[in-house]
């Protein structure tokens, strides 16, 4: 397979060269040239496989041709220790919970999945200079990144967190882990630690220096991966119709696999799938889009924004106008200008062969938004919890709510319920009013003594700093 940059002006590469580079020559972000469909089989088959050999179908359609097929299974099940099952909160609402991993954040399946697939190519090639992971965060992704690597031979890792802006569980989670992870602690926003990091990606200098990777989204083995639980949520999601049909789904999905119309059962169980997905730097609703192209059964999407609207406005203008994010209660979601919309428009732009109208009908026919304040973010936690008893956390509300505003009659719909509450167990203590249990795994961290590197937003600074530790 051969990836290509978004903007369209850089070299093809392979996925080792993508995977390691992480950004494009030309600052674009890589593409597969080619998004293969998978094959009617697998989806009639799909609700009786387990999780791992769902993701090892779709990473073989991803990464078959250019990494071994056995390696690729080991690196999948390695990946994929944990589940993330699907909940039903409501009628016709369901929660999928991805916090069942390490961090008890859904980035811990991308993290994983590109900490090993660098891991195979470093062994494969013998390479003896090491691997420098650079990654922002706005909550979650570094602590993913930073436990996916720990301890990985030939890596190092650095975390670009914002001063104050993340929340006090999730800093112990990266900051507190030491070998081969170095926290640095930026005064700005989000914003500014992925701009440090894609000018470190540009610069000739620090570039001839070390070895520089990114494991943002950016990255291809970071958010492709992703896809693994939308297909795994489908999975579900008909294995519970089937059953609530005491069989009798079950001999239809037989049935039509001997008919050679497999496919068409989707319809018959599943005829109004909606996914919501909360969306910060879009990762995370990419992937599930390229699970979409592959044939993934849903009907539409919702991008369920904070107040950090971009993308939400973006679908009413068709006009794409970054800004300055703000910092809200749904912290990891505090993006004002989205990496992966490049990769969004390219995909359905048809690389950049279709009008901006064109590409912008596309978009619309096929991905509507919503955006919450901090106030509707705290309500639709009270409203859910007092209803359901289920516990939001601000990230999941978003996407929730917007299912209740958003689903038609006869549609039902999946939500990304993206961490645990209790990664912003202060929060989520004061607007519910209870004591929200911190699991064992997640109190370790908090045990662990914080080492930070202070850094200003000023690229020179943290050249300085990347040179000073290299040299």
Do not use: W
């Not at 944990?82 to 991993?101: A, R």
């Not at 979409?292 to 993308?311: C, E, Q, Y």
């Not at 690389?351 to 109208?357: A, S």
Request: aromatic share 10%; net charge negative; charged share 20%.
């Amino acid at each position: 397979m051969q990836y290509y940059s978004t903007n369209g002006k850089a070299p093809m590469a392979d996925l080792h060269k993508a995977v390691v580079k992480g950004l494009a020559e030309d600052r674009g972000l890589y593409m597969p040239e080619v998004i293969h469909r998978l094959p009617k089989a697998f989806f009639a088959d799909m609700p009786e496989m387990r999780f791992q050999d769902i993701a090892f179908n779709v990473a073989s359609a991803f990464f078959g041709d250019d990494v071994d097929l056995d390696a690729l299974q080991d690196i999948v099940y390695d990946t994929l220790s944990f589940d993330c099952p699907i909940v039903k909160v409501k009628e016709n609402i369901y929660s999928l919970e991805l916090f069942h991993g390490p961090t008890l954040a859904f980035k811990d399946v991308g993290a994983r999945f590109m900490a090993r697939l660098l891991q195979y190519f470093i062994r494969m090639e013998g390479q003896k200079e090491e691997v420098n992971v650079l990654v922002a965060t706005s909550g979650d992704t570094g602590s993913a990144v930073a436990n996916g690597f720990l301890g990985v031979e030939g890596i190092h890792v650095y975390v670009l967190y914002p001063k104050g802006k993340v929340s006090p569980i999730q800093e112990c989670q990266f900051t507190t882990l030491g070998k081969n992870i170095t926290a640095i602690e930026v005064d700005g926003v989000f914003d500014d630690c992925q701009a440090l990091v894609k000018s470190a990606f540009m610069d000739e200098e620090l570039n001839k220096h070390m070895k520089l990777t990114s494991a943002n989204s950016i990255n291809v083995a970071r958010f492709l991966p992703q896809a693994f639980y939308y297909f795994n949520a489908v999975a579900r999601l008909m294995l519970m119709q089937m059953s609530n049909e005491k069989g009798e789904m079950r001999n239809e999905n037989e049935k039509m696999k001997n008919d050679g119309a497999a496919i068409s059962h989707f319809s018959f169980l599943i005829p109004h799938l909606i996914m919501c997905v909360p969306s910060g730097n879009f990762g995370n609703i990419c992937s599930a889009l390229f699970g979409h192209s592959m044939g993934l059964p849903v009907k539409r999407f919702i991008a369920a924004n904070n107040a950090n609207d971009i993308f939400y406005k973006y679908l009413q203008t068709g006009k794409y106008e970054p800004k300055a994010s703000v910092q809200t209660l749904a912290n990891a979601m505090d993006v004002g200008d989205p990496s992966n919309f490049a990769r969004i428009i390219n995909l359905y732009s048809e690389n950049n062969q279709l009008t901006e109208v064109a590409t912008h009908q596309r978009i619309t026919n096929l991905i509507s938004g919503a955006t919450y304040s901090d106030e509707q973010i705290k309500d639709t936690m009270r409203q859910c919890y007092a209803e359901t008893g289920y516990i939001l956390d601000p990230h999941g509300a978003c996407g929730y709510q917007a299912l209740v505003d958003g689903l038609q009659p006869g549609e039902v719909g999946i939500f990304c319920e993206t961490a645990h509450p209790a990664k912003f167990k202060e929060k989520v203590d004061e607007i519910l009013g209870i004591d929200v249990e911190i699991p064992e795994r997640l109190a370790a961290f908090m045990k662990g003594k914080k080492q930070s590197v202070p850094m200003t937003k000023d690229f020179k600074d943290f050249k300085a700093y990347l040179l000073s530790v290299e040299g």
